[in-house]
């Protein structure tokens, strides 16, 4: 720990945030005497996750007498939901045809989205909606799944394309990710879905109305009209573990994420009454990273795959699915990241796997597994996995961990110099020399801070106050 010590002492603390004589203070309460604000941190009142005032008891607030109390029979509630089932539904229609605040079609679909799919669809995936897929319905009634426009005796909604855009966006939020964006799905994107999914499945164009799938291929109708891409959050505190098990946790989470908003997405819009086509597995049904550069999201990045953020760089996963929603293009962006990419190559620098190109970009293809039609940074995914199989099979993710935009940027200076960057390529080599050079010493990073004694972990290891706006 540093030997340092503020020279503001705890009264003058007080004073200027108004505590001081009131009696109220953190350390007023705790009655220990400090001389400055560091050794208040020091102490183990530095690591109580409550309010100072919240203080343990031996018994809740609440009174309780064990010998009354008897297991509960959960079935004596879904018997009285099961009677009250068609006054539900003739409630739902009637309030869905009149537009009722807050139980409208759209409200509905919002509600249906977020506890159907999260409580029984979970991480299991569909390539159609699940009202045409095999898959059980768990509830007993009808109003506490999923409920079409047509069940509901509604037309389907319609809004502007730029109403549906900050629709899906409000959505999308609401269920944790960062941002959404959408691009159409003309001739050339098609060649953005895949020819060949991830089970070795063809994924086919067809002039079908609905989309389908059999055991021999999967079939997107040619009307579709959009690729939405969205990103998720990953830690940026386990990120920088990297290659651990730690750093590995937060991409699984990432994936786990991906896949229950995906299924949200798909399950709000079919609710609205569009057609929304997803992943059968992971986020495998069309490049995603194109995609979030395509709409907006993103720049490429010298490291392959992964995208940079404005704000998060690297620190994302991306999903996407196709939808005939009707939604507003978002346009791509210059950030001056890709050209940042070029002078820096910290990551190729520090990959442990020699993975990653050192040199400019390039039309050429190297590998079988990299996407020709753009002049990017060819990647080495086999000498990647090579590197995974030697890591205990641990996900790997040196790269994101030693991106210069993976530094959390609460700071002022730190938007000062993404400015300059987006403007300028002057100073670009400068703001590498800047960046602390990544270096692979987890167990020395991990003796000195461990993840799990960490106070105060933010919910699912986010810092959600970077991505918050309060313009």
Not at 149 to 164: A, F, S
Not at 208 to 237: C, F, I
Request: glycine share 6%; with cysteine.
């Amino acid at each position: 720990m540093s030997t340092f010590h503020s020279t503001m002492n705890r009264r003058d603390f007080m004073k200027i945030i108004g505590l001081a004589g009131a009696g109220c203070g953190a350390a007023a309460v705790a009655g220990q005497p400090f001389s400055d604000l560091d050794e208040l941190t020091a102490s183990p009142q530095g690591l109580v996750k409550k309010p100072w005032y919240v203080k343990e008891t031996d018994n809740p607030t609440v009174e309780i007498d064990w010998a009354m109390m008897k297991r509960y029979d959960w079935n004596e509630l879904y018997t009285v939901y099961a009677k009250n089932r068609p006054a539900n539904v003739a409630k739902a229609k009637e309030w869905a045809a009149a537009n009722k605040p807050g139980y409208s079609l759209r409200d509905r679909s919002l509600h249906s989205a977020t506890g159907f799919a999260g409580q029984v669809w979970g991480t299991t995936m569909s390539f159609v909606p699940r009202t045409r897929a095999n898959i059980p319905n768990f509830w007993p009634s009808i109003v506490y799944g999923l409920m079409t426009p047509e069940q509901l005796g509604v037309p389907r909604w319609q809004g502007t394309p730029e109403e549906n855009l900050k629709m899906l966006r409000s959505a999308a939020r609401f269920w944790g990710a960062k941002d959404l964006t959408a691009v159409p799905l003309d001739s050339r994107t098609k060649n953005l879905v895949n020819g060949i999914d991830r089970d070795k499945k063809p994924v086919i164009f067809e002039d079908v109305e609905l989309g389908y799938e059999t055991t021999a291929k999967r079939v997107v109708p040619n009307r579709m009209k959009h690729l939405v891409t969205w990103s998720t959050l990953q830690s940026t505190d386990m990120i920088k573990r990297a290659p651990d098990a730690i750093c590995a946790s937060t991409i699984a989470m990432g994936y786990d994420h991906g896949i229950l908003l995906c299924n949200r997405l798909q399950h709000f819009i079919t609710g609205l009454g569009y057609e929304a086509l997803s992943p059968a597995n992971y986020n495998y049904l069309a490049l995603c990273g194109p995609t979030s550069i395509l709409s907006g999201q993103a720049e490429a990045a010298r490291m392959g795959f992964p995208t940079l953020d404005p704000e998060l760089g690297p620190m994302v996963r991306r999903w996407m699915l196709i939808t005939d929603l009707p939604i507003a293009e978002t346009k791509p962006i210059d950030a001056g990241m890709f050209r940042f990419c070029r002078t820096c190559a910290i990551c190729a620098e520090n990959c442990p796997g020699s993975a990653i190109n050192l040199g400019e970009p390039t039309w050429d293809v190297l590998g079988n597994f990299n996407h020709a039609g753009s002049k990017s940074y060819p990647f080495l995914p086999q000498n990647c996995r090579d590197f995974w199989m030697e890591n205990t099979g641990i996900d790997c993710s040196v790269c994101l961990a030693s991106c210069p935009f993976s530094t959390k940027d609460k700071a002022d200076i730190h938007h000062l110099i993404k400015f300059t960057i987006a403007n300028s390529d002057t100073f670009n080599s400068f703001f590498k020399g800047m960046s602390k050079s990544f270096k692979l010493d987890r167990l020395e990073r991990e003796k000195e801070n461990s993840w799990w004694d960490l106070p105060n972990q933010p919910v699912f290891g986010f810092d959600t106050t970077r991505t918050t706006s309060l313009e």
